[in-house]
């Protein structure tokens, strides 16, 4: 369900390839939510938390492709996504089955040394998720944030100055994910740090997800997102108008591929920086301001307000009188109508017995 908004929207696109003004409202909301996803996830200590952040701001990535015209990579980062954000979720589950069920990160720590193999997996979907080279996540998300920029307009150019800036703070709040988890020193009993060290059942498909995670895209990148490939057939629509700038990018892509890769290291060494200095490191308070604006300022009033007109005007009013009340008092009415013509008088059922008679008539003469 996550996904189904995207994937509605990868389905009207032979209706928004032909309004500009659309593509470049989904390029602006995007690039807009993708940035403030993940500037918000570097603020979180709930480790499933992060990962959620994590998949609003790779959502915006999905729409920055939409509104850039180049709806097969997105569809194609879409499915890469699922794979190592299946496995980042799951393995986070794992920890927390494991961990008497600690979603606070503050409370972790030192689990590389009980579960490397946990370890392993995070590290092999953080990885793709920050979209370092020869894994998944690279060959869709590198690509797709240089598709904002062959546009050549001012709101792509934009979209992909924020997806840049969008891979900086991914890249933070990956590493401090890894970091606070798995390499700080423990902060909670022995007995429950050990508990982590113990395998499961739940750990077989994470097997899978991890290999998807590293060979799927670059399997499938050139059946799936070439320029050239017909592999979606007819399903998804490209204005030819808005492929040649994708295909320029083809032509271009050595230097500006860099870009974002260069981002994603300027956000992993920002994130070292700050763990090593001694004296600061944020990551030992929570600081969920953008909770509280987000909670307080916007999302609680908009709720209650539309809640009410809804319950009011909705709930109690059209869909009250289209559905149950509306069946009954039609029902009534009708049913009063009918009481009247029950008169008693012989001639008054003869004229509706014929008036009966000529309306089948009418009805099996006519040709439909």
Not at 298 to 312: D, E
Request: proline share 3%; net charge positive.
């Amino acid at each position: 369900m996550v996904t189904a908004g995207v994937y509605l929207l990868l389905r009207l696109s032979p209706l928004l390839e032909f309004s500009s003004t659309s593509l470049a409202i989904i390029t602006l909301i995007g690039s807009f939510t993708a940035l403030y996803s993940a500037i918000t996830a570097l603020w979180q200590t709930d480790i499933k938390k992060v990962i959620a952040y994590s998949t609003c701001s790779q959502l915006g990535y999905l729409l920055i492709a939409i509104g850039c015209s180049n709806q097969s990579i997105g569809l194609f980062h879409l499915i890469n996504h699922a794979f190592f954000k299946a496995l980042l979720f799951l393995s986070a589950g794992s920890i927390l089955h494991t961990y008497n069920d600690q979603q606070d990160m503050r409370k972790m720590g030192g689990i590389i040394h009980f579960n490397p193999f946990i370890y392993t997996l995070v590290i092999i979907a953080s990885f793709s998720l920050m979209a370092l080279p020869f894994l998944t996540g690279y060959t869709s998300k590198d690509i797709l944030i240089e598709t904002a920029f062959g546009r050549y307009i001012f709101i792509s150019s934009l979209g992909f100055i924020w997806a840049c800036l969008t891979a900086i703070f991914t890249a933070f709040y990956s590493i401090k994910l890894i970091i606070m988890t798995f390499i700080w020193k423990p902060n909670s009993r022995k007995t429950t740090s050990c508990k982590a060290a113990f395998y499961n059942f739940e750990t077989i498909p994470l097997i899978f997800l991890a290999i998807a995670s590293i060979i799927f895209g670059l399997l499938t990148y050139y059946l799936i997102n070439s320029p050239y490939s017909s592999f979606y057939g007819n399903s998804l629509f490209n204005h030819p108008n808005h492929a040649a700038s994708l295909l320029d990018i083809e032509h271009k892509r050595e230097l500006v591929s860099l870009i974002p890769l260069l981002s994603t290291f300027i956000g992993s060494f920002a994130v070292l920086f700050i763990v090593f200095n001694p004296t600061y490191s944020p990551f030992k308070a929570s600081n969920n301001w953008f909770d509280y604006i987000y909670s307080y300022y916007l999302i609680y009033p908009f709720i209650s307000s539309f809640a009410t007109i809804s319950f009011k005007y909705l709930d109690r009013g059209f869909f009250e009188y289209l559905g149950p009340s509306g069946l009954q008092k039609f029902t009534i009415f009708t049913s009063n109508l009918l009481f009247k013509t029950d008169t008693g008088v012989i001639s008054h059922y003869t004229l509706n017995i014929i008036l009966a008679l000529l309306f089948i008539l009418y009805i099996a003469t006519q040709s439909f």
